[in-house]
């Protein structure tokens, strides 16, 4: 990207940072421009208020969610970070306007992370919001079907938490007797691997 696009997309991402600002006074927690992207932090209790109005707003226009994905911040940045621990980020794009944003919202309790659903204003959301559910716990309130999507129904846990063991609570097996898959608890014992290194003898020496 030239010079003077680089520059013209700085101007326009600034601008649309002011009109939202302006726009959503009051609603928005942080908003931050890093490697020409726009990200907004907006309250919980304003998701519905604040998305619907990102669609249907002329000078926003953001007809389209691309993506929703949650985020567990549990030891993020070495252990520094003082928030509240899951989010979802959303990521929406204006076909008509050609401008992009990310907005991030945080749940409020950690223990039991909730948020509204977001599919009455994009239908897209429902398998998105199903996939956060089932990997990171979080739970979309008004989601027509709140199910897993990408592990069993009985699946215990959610495998994208930092805290969920690499090895998983428990294993699933085909036993004969029974004639059927059955749950039982992991067999596998963790351990740490070390890669072993084999060179020739004459490894690193000056050769005639």
Known sequence: MSADL?????KKLFALQENLASHFAGQIVSSTIELCELTLVVRAADL?????????????????????CGMDYLDY?????????????????????NQRLRVRVFAEEDAFPV??????????ANWF????????GIVFTGHPDLRRLLTDY???????RKDFPLSGHVEMKYDPSQQRV?????????????????????YGSVRG
């Open 182 to 202: 059955v749950y039982q608890p992991v067999s596998i014992e963790a351990r740490e691997v070390t890669p072993r290194i084999v060179r020739d003898e004459l």
């Open 115 to 124: 948020l509204p659903s977001l599919t009455n204003v994009w239908s897209c």
């Open 154 to 160: 009985g699946f215990v846990g959610n495998p994208f």
């Open 48 to 68: 519905l208020q604040v998305f619907t109005q990102l669609r249907d707003t002329a000078g926003f226009c953001f007809e389209q969610m691309m993506d929703l």
């Open 129 to 136: 919001e199903r996939e956060a559910f089932d990997l990171y």
């Open 77 to 97: 940045g070495d252990g520094a970070w003082t928030g509240k621990r899951f989010a979802v980020v959303y990521h929406l794009m204006s076909v008509s306007l």
């Open 6 to 10: 680089c520059d013209m997309h700085d």
